[in-house]
């Protein structure tokens, strides 16, 4: 069966069926297989409307075919699959395109005719109006993840997914990105589903954190922690720890501050 869409997402929402209201994302049984190996397997999954979801697990675990399927890039699949029509996706890659301007990139794949202010407008949401001319090649690796984002937001979603969006940045330009994302989600108030390795990005970001093992959700807890958070706090820590042994990896001691990924 190929991906399912449909548009509403909020509750009681006109010709929504009632089942389906109160959730942005709602998979039933979906099983993905390639060469007869089922890399998703029977899976369900719902996330709320709002809702920031952060999805953990080793690598090969299924999470980015996940991700691909609920953006509408892998339709060879059984089961079924609602997600909103209005939804984008940003990719650890930024993939801009080289001999487009970034504001020209931004309205990359829009409908009609947009007009430059509206790149402006989201290139701005993002801190990066002042290079609304430049060409890709001259933005440093936090700029062009932000002109990344500035492309889906312009999309005006009502899904968010996040493909490893800072895996490739530095340190401090993580830091900066995540804050990025966390202000974004909060005034957007788009459902975001974040695929990443890193256990102390999910426990920074999410309401709550899935852990995906052999096709399946096999482990989801709410994170019960007010923002802005901080990796200081006891309970931060508990939670990364919990989330480390579902990975089946080591918590180290609680005073190394080193992000930690998953696999």
Same mark, same amino acid.
């Given at each position: 069966?190929?991906?399912?869409?449909?548009?509403?997402?909020?509750?009681?929402?006109?010709?929504?069926?009632?089942?389906?209201?109160?959730?942005?994302?709602?998979?039933?049984?979906?099983?993905?297989?390639?060469?007869?190996?089922?890399?998703?397997?029977?899976?369900?999954?719902?996330?709320?409307?709002?809702?920031?979801?952060?999805?953990?697990?080793?690598?090969?675990?299924?999470?980015?075919?996940?991700?691909?399927?609920?953006?509408?890039?892998?339709?060879?699949?059984?089961?079924?699959?609602?997600?909103?029509?209005?939804?984008?996706?940003?990719?650890?890659?930024?993939?801009?395109?080289?001999?487009?301007?970034?504001?020209?990139?931004?309205?990359?794949?829009?409908?009609?005719?947009?007009?430059?202010?509206?790149?402006?407008?989201?290139?701005?949401?993002?801190?990066?109006?002042?290079?609304?001319?430049?060409?890709?090649?001259?933005?440093?690796?936090?700029?062009?993840? &932000? *002109?990344? %984002?500035?492309?889906? =937001?312009?999309?005006?979603?009502?899904?968010?997914?996040?493909? !490893? $969006?800072?895996? @490739?940045?530095?340190?401090?330009?993580?830091?900066?990105?995540?804050?990025?994302?966390?202000?974004?989600?909060?005034?957007?108030?788009?459902?975001?589903?974040?695929?990443?390795?890193?256990?102390?990005?999910?426990?920074?970001?999410?309401?709550?954190?899935?852990?995906?093992?052999?096709?399946?959700?096999?482990?989801?807890?709410?994170?019960?922690?007010?923002?802005?958070?901080?990796?200081?706090?006891?309970?931060?820590?508990?939670? &990364? *720890?919990? %989330?480390?042994?579902? =990975?089946?990896?080591?918590?180290?001691?609680?005073?190394?501050? !080193? $992000?930690?990924? @998953?696999?």
């Amino acid at each position: 069966m190929a991906t399912d869409v449909h548009r509403p997402v909020t509750p009681n929402a006109p010709n929504t069926p009632t089942t389906h209201a109160t959730s942005a994302v709602r998979v039933e049984g979906l099983t993905r297989s390639f060469d007869g190996r089922a890399v998703i397997d029977q899976l369900d999954l719902d996330v709320k409307p709002g809702e920031f979801v952060a999805l953990l697990g080793r690598s090969g675990c299924g999470k980015s075919t996940l991700l691909r399927i609920l953006a509408g890039l892998d339709r060879d699949i059984e089961g079924t699959v609602l997600v909103p029509r209005r939804k984008a996706v940003a990719f650890q890659a930024p993939r801009l395109m080289p001999w487009k301007r970034v504001w020209r990139n931004v309205l990359l794949g829009l409908k009609g005719k947009p007009e430059r202010g509206v790149a402006e407008r989201a290139l701005e949401e993002v801190g990066l109006k002042h290079r609304t001319n430049a060409w890709p090649k001259t933005l440093s690796g936090g700029e062009a993840q &932000r *002109a990344s %984002l500035a492309r889906a =937001l312009v999309r005006e979603p009502d899904l968010l997914l996040l493909d !490893e $969006p800072f895996g @490739a940045l530095d340190a401090l330009t993580r830091i900066k990105a995540q804050r990025l994302v966390d202000e974004l989600w909060q005034r957007r108030g788009c459902a975001v589903l974040l695929v990443t390795h890193d256990v102390e990005e999910a426990v920074l970001l999410a309401d709550r954190v899935l852990v995906m093992d052999e096709g399946v959700i096999a482990y989801e807890t709410e994170i019960d922690l007010d923002r802005p958070r901080g990796i200081s706090d006891p309970r931060f820590a508990e939670l &990364r *720890a919990e %989330l480390l042994k579902r =990975l089946g990896v080591d918590a180290p001691d609680a005073a190394e501050a !080193e $992000p930690v990924a @998953a696999a």
